[in-house]
């Protein structure tokens, strides 16, 4: 009997360039038909966080000898490793990131001056020498509006990559993409531009069909409903729940858990270990906070802005304080904590709470900083802000299988 041939099929490489904490590569990841190549992120305290549970942890990167394993600010690594970078060539499958957004932000000023926005030069420089055969790019949905001030009125980065990356040889397509519609517990639309080079012969827009079309089967597969609600993800979460010291800093509490009480608890915790949830750490609210949130549980509308409110009873500067309903997706998450109120209890959600809500597992740690202000916000980016920047893994998880089909092997 001639013993039956057994076929490997070759994982896809691809190189995430503005990862943050991994959100994004921890979703491709876990679609477990790629690969990755190496990860760009400039902030220490977010590559640390990606280094503990994507390299040390997980071993989902091949990282070459060449480069550092470090945070990196892309400007240097096209700098001082060009050569090594068009080498690449003929060797990647997909390069994806989303360069910071701040600059495009309908959310808050739209700056057209602000240096970051200068980084989509850099990702499209990083295309030109590597020349995959498709490209993922993920920014908010001011993305996609012109400028309308001073000397770039009129302006649009949209056109501005549509067109070099035509010009480059890739056929794109972006729309908007609400991330809710792919289980996770959050109302998060972003902007997604695929391109795909020309010679693949396969159309972006299949992409996004295949993303909706393939959409029921990947719930059913995960066994989660089609909208998962607030409470249906953190209600294991809760401080009633019990509380001990945090041992990094005694100074606060920690929770515990109860038990998984619906599916998407018990996805999130299925690879961890831990008795106790990770990064799980209650704010020290003064008793006026806590009653002023107790008064905005009461008469706040759930999910909606209670500025009003705050300013004619409590007299505080705070322009957004959100109180969650248990009931609903949350409204998009910042990196500002204190913008959300616990649907029950008068607090702020913690770490894990947020990261819950992005749908990162609970066995994915977070390193550095709980949280940062003053001037080292636009510098440091601690672990609210990790979480606040990231893609939700689940979401990079789906399109990660929808990718392999389009530009993988026919095997």
Same mark, same amino acid.
């Given at each position: 009997?001639?013993?039956?041939?057994?076929?490997?099929?070759p994982?896809?490489?691809?190189?995430?360039?503005?990862?943050?904490c991994?959100?994004?590569?921890l979703?491709?990841?876990?679609?477990?038909?790629?690969?990755? +190549?190496?990860?760009?992120?400039?902030?220490?305290?977010?590559?640390?966080? +990606?280094?503990?549970?994507?390299?040390?942890?997980?071993?989902h990167?091949?990282?070459?000898?060449?480069?550092?394993v470090?945070?990196?600010?892309?400007?240097?690594?096209?700098?001082?490793?060009?050569?090594?970078?068009?080498?690449?060539?003929?060797?990647?499958?997909?390069v994806?990131?989303? =360069?910071?957004?701040?600059?495009?932000?309908?959310?808050?000023?739209?700056?057209?001056?602000?240096?970051?926005?200068?980084?989509?030069?850099?990702?499209?420089?990083?295309?030109?020498?590597?020349?995959?055969?498709a490209?993922?790019?993920?920014?908010?949905?001011g993305f996609?509006?012109?400028?309308?001030?001073?000397?770039?009125?009129?302006?649009?980065? +949209?056109?501005?990559?549509?067109?070099?990356?035509?010009?480059?040889?890739y056929?794109?397509?972006?729309?908007?993409?609400?991330f809710?519609?792919?289980?996770?517990?959050?109302?998060?639309?972003?902007?997604?531009?695929?391109?795909?080079?020309?010679?693949?012969?396969?159309?972006?827009?299949?992409?996004?069909?295949?993303?909706?079309a393939?959409?029921?089967s990947?719930?059913?597969g995960k066994?989660?409903?089609?909208?998962?609600?607030?409470?249906? %993800?953190?209600? *294991?979460?809760?401080?009633?729940?019990?509380?001990?010291?945090?041992?990094?800093n005694?100074?606060?509490k920690r929770?515990?858990?109860?038990?998984?009480?619906?599916?998407?608890?018990?996805?999130?915790?299925?690879?961890? =270990?831990?008795?106790?949830?990770?990064?799980?750490?209650?704010?020290?609210?003064?008793?006026?906070?806590?009653?002023?949130?107790?008064?905005?549980?009461?008469?706040?509308?759930?999910?909606?802005?209670?500025? *009003?409110?705050?300013?004619?009873?409590?007299?505080?500067?705070?322009?957004?304080?959100i =109180? +969650?309903?248990?009931?609903l997706?949350?409204?998009?998450?910042?990196t500002?904590?204190?913008?959300?109120?616990?649907?029950?209890?008068?607090?702020?959600?913690?770490?894990?709470?947020?990261?819950?809500l992005q749908?990162?597992?609970?066995?994915?740690?977070?390193?550095?900083?709980?949280?940062?202000?003053?001037?080292?916000?636009?510098?440091?980016?601690?672990r609210?802000?990790?979480?606040?920047? %990231?893609?939700?893994?689940?979401?990079?998880?789906?399109?990660a299988?929808?990718?392999?089909?389009?530009?993988g092997?026919?095997?």
């Open positions: 009997m001639t013993a039956r041939s057994t076929t490997i099929k994982k896809l490489i691809y190189i995430d360039l503005f990862a943050g991994g959100g994004l590569s979703g491709i990841h876990k679609s477990r038909e790629w690969h990755g +190549l190496f990860a760009i992120e400039k902030d220490k305290m977010a590559f640390d966080t +990606l280094r503990a549970n994507l390299i040390d942890k997980r071993g990167f091949d990282w070459p000898k060449w480069l550092p470090k945070n990196h600010d892309i400007n240097d690594v096209l700098r001082d490793f060009k050569s090594e970078l068009l080498s690449l060539r003929g060797q990647l499958d997909l994806t990131g989303g =360069p910071p957004c701040q600059g495009f932000s309908a959310a808050g000023r739209r700056n057209e001056d602000d240096d970051r926005n200068k980084l989509i030069r850099s990702y499209l420089m990083f295309i030109m020498y590597t020349r995959p055969k490209v993922m790019f993920e920014n908010v949905k996609t509006l012109q400028f309308k001030r001073n000397k770039t009125a009129g302006f649009s980065y +949209l056109n501005y990559v549509r067109s070099v990356l035509g010009r480059l040889g056929n794109v397509e972006g729309r908007l993409v609400n809710a519609e792919f289980g996770v517990p959050q109302r998060r639309t972003r902007f997604i531009l695929v391109g795909i080079r020309r010679d693949l012969c396969t159309r972006p827009e299949a992409f996004f069909e295949a993303l909706y393939a959409k029921g990947f719930l059913k066994r989660l409903p089609k909208n998962t609600t607030v409470s249906q %993800a953190i209600s *294991d979460l809760h401080k009633e729940n019990g509380i001990l010291l945090f041992e990094e005694q100074r606060f929770g515990t858990y109860s038990p998984a009480r619906t599916r998407y608890q018990q996805l999130m915790r299925a690879d961890s =270990p831990s008795l106790l949830p990770d990064s799980h750490r209650f704010a020290n609210h003064e008793p006026r906070v806590v009653s002023r949130f107790r008064y905005i549980l009461r008469k706040g509308t759930r999910n909606k802005n209670a500025f *009003d409110i705050l300013s004619v009873q409590h007299q505080t500067n705070k322009h957004t304080v =109180p +969650l309903s248990p009931d997706h949350s409204p998009t998450l910042t500002l904590p204190d913008d959300y109120i616990h649907y029950c209890e008068p607090r702020i959600l913690t770490v894990r709470e947020y990261a819950r749908s990162f597992p609970d066995d994915f740690v977070f390193l550095g900083k709980f949280t940062t202000g003053g001037h080292l916000r636009t510098k440091e980016v601690p609210y802000s990790q979480i606040g920047n %990231a893609i939700p893994p689940l979401f990079g998880e789906h399109a299988s929808v990718l392999k089909r389009l530009v092997p026919d095997l």
